[in-house]
């Protein structure tokens, strides 16, 4: 049984730095995409960024681009989201979702570069942090 435990969320103040990360239990193999996407109390479920199982694809959301960096360990199976410069509006419940792309049938080589943008391409999902960020 697949599990992913986030640890790293908190409050912290406008212009401060968090860093999230995300283990993959369970699975012994890292040849897995990761994304990471955040709620907000009434809207919908938004990407921020993801990283492919060759951890040289890694994409961002706009408003991201320049203030978070995603990376991974596969010798410890995390993947994490280092995130500068957080605002107010960064204020939201953050997950992590894994996806194995072999799955669908691909190349080995288009697998190594997926990282998906939207919530349904993910199967598995960790419980959420909270990121509160004040102004």
């Known amino acids: 049984q697949v599990q992913l435990v986030e640890s790293g969320g908190g409050l912290v103040q406008a212009g401060e730095s968090l860093r999230l990360s995300c283990a993959v239990v369970g699975h012994s193999n890292s040849d897995y995409a990761m994304g990471w996407f955040r709620q907000a109390p009434g809207k919908e479920r938004e990407f921020v960024a993801g990283?492919?199982?060759?951890?040289?694809?890694?994409k961002y959301a706009d408003d991201m681009k320049g203030r978070c960096t995603i990376s991974r360990d596969n010798a410890k199976n995390t993947v994490s989201l280092q995130m500068n410069s957080l605002k107010p509006e960064d204020t939201a419940d953050y997950y992590c979702a894994a996806v194995w792309p072999q799955r669908w049938g691909i190349t080995t080589v288009q697998a190594m570069c997926v990282t998906p943008r939207t919530p349904y391409q993910y199967d598995y999902w960790g419980q959420g942090l909270q990121v509160t960020v004040s102004s």
């Open positions: 990283i492919g199982w060759s951890a040289d694809t890694q």
